[in-house]
């Protein structure tokens, strides 16, 4: 069973980033919480099914998340059938949603991907990404932090993402919601 500290430390971890991951295809933070607190609260309703907190619980919450955007994309595809463009672009969320399978990655195996990335990066490029993606601040203030130019602040990130992009391979379009759950 899950208890309600396992709950609670679970929510408080990823909450942000089953936000992130749902408006990614979403594009609307309103309905992107809605469906990470319904992933959130179905996961709470079968706490008396679930013995362990682990990689398979965050694989669980994702399916449930990536159901209900492909619901909801659907339901506006129907809306957007007319709009070309629109319509493209829903349908090709849709198609991504439905071809993401959570249960074929496996986190621990990105999160070392991501550590081992992060090691190999110069100091200066892993501490820039390392300080834009906890997200705190602008690259402006990024800029100041590290008394460079908001353009070399951009290189870095830009270097960063490039090299975390190609380590980590298939794994690539769960890079964000993996690194804003790993790096730290």
């Known amino acids: 069973m899950l208890e309600i500290d396992d709950y609670n430390q679970f929510y408080a971890r990823y909450n942000k980033q089953l936000v992130k991951f749902a408006n990614a295809y979403l594009h609307d933070e309103h309905v992107a919480e809605d ?21 398979s619980l965050i694989k669980w919450t994702l399916t449930v998340v990536k159901n209900r955007c492909i619901n909801i994309l659907k339901r506006r595809h129907t809306v957007a059938a007319d709009m070309s463009d629109e319509a493209w672009t829903v349908n090709e969320h849709i198609r991504s949603l439905e071809a993401f399978d959570p249960y074929g990655v496996s986190f621990l195996e990105m999160q070392q991907i991501i550590r081992d990335t992060l090691e190999r990066m110069p100091q200066r490029t892993r501490d820039i990404f390392v300080a834009y993606m906890e997200g705190n601040l602008t690259q ?26 190609q380590a980590l391979g298939d794994y690539a379009p769960l890079a964000v919601f993996i690194m804003r759950c790993f790096v730290s």
């Open 35 to 55: 469906c990470a607190i319904e992933a959130l609260m179905k996961l709470w309703e079968r706490r008396g099914e679930i013995n362990v907190i682990d990689d």
């Open 140 to 165: 402006e203030q990024l800029a100041g932090q590290f008394n460079l130019s908001s353009r070399g602040v951009e290189y870095h990130i830009t270097k960063a993402r490039k090299l975390l992009r």
